[in-house]
């Protein structure tokens, strides 16, 4: 009996250099808008300071758009098609849900242990309390983290960077590099791994199906259950 061989990623025209170029554009946005939210910690209080982080927080997602813009598929004369932004998803849901229990289930399991460990600085941290503090900044909160950074993301890490690593080294060296770029991305110690394996789940998803549109619900769902635990919880 012939095994049944995984689907290979999209052939992306962009290179390991334009994936560099579109990495070191998104870091010094990054820097920039962590300055920038700095000066407005200084300057700004209460409600307006939340408004403008969160504001600074839809931005910077839209850095990885710009990012992938300038280095990707535009770049070559594609269309955004060839990030695996295909029309639907392509009979994935059923994964895109498994897959996003598996990465559930991951959370709960790694912050029990942790609590169990008494290893409190490794805890997952909750939402920044900005995106609960008023009717403008769970607007935001919601379009930031539930809307925008699953597209975002999934497209910057998955569409973009993951199809140039693995051209380059493999898919399952190029998954583990995007995976733990993706980790570092959250800048937490405490999302480092269930980021890393989530990033590895959403890798295999995306080129399982071929749509980027299963990763991007899978994400999405992810998401939108930690920003409905965080409005619970304020």
């Known amino acids: 009996m012939t095994p049944t061989r995984l689907p290979s990623l999209p052939q992306a025209p962009w290179s390991l250099a ?76 059923p994964l895109a849900l498994a897959v996003f229990g598996g990465i559930f289930l991951f959370s709960v399991a790694y912050t029990l242990l942790v ?39 999934e497209v910057f890490f998955r569409g973009f960077l993951l199809p140039a690593f693995a051209l380059q080294w493999g898919f399952l060296p190029g998954a583990v590099l995007t995976s733990s770029l993706f980790a570092l991305s959250h800048v937490s110690l405490g999302l480092l791994l269930p980021a890393f394996v989530s990033g590895l789940l959403l890798a295999w998803l995306y080129r399982r199906t071929g749509s980027l549109w ?3 619900l899978a994400h999405g769902i992810q998401n939108a259950l930690a920003f409905g635990a965080a409005l619970m919880g304020s």
């Open 18 to 93: 334009d994936a560099t170029r579109g990495l070191l554009l998104v870091l010094s946005v990054a820097i920039l808008f962590v300055l920038a939210g700095n000066a407005l910690h200084s300057v700004l209080s209460g409600g307006s300071e939340g408004v403008a982080s969160l504001l600074l927080l839809l931005a910077l997602e839209g850095s990885l758009l710009l990012a992938v813009a300038l280095f990707g598929p535009w770049k070559y004369g594609r269309s955004w098609a060839s990030l695996g932004l295909v029309s639907g998803l392509k009979g994935g849901t």
């Open 115 to 153: 609590r169990f460990l008494s290893l409190e600085a490794l805890l997952p941290p909750g939402l920044p309390e900005a995106m609960s503090q008023g009717a403008l900044q769970r607007a935001l909160g919601l379009a930031a983290t539930v809307m925008a950074a699953p597209l975002a993301e």
């Open 214 to 216: 299963n990763c991007v």
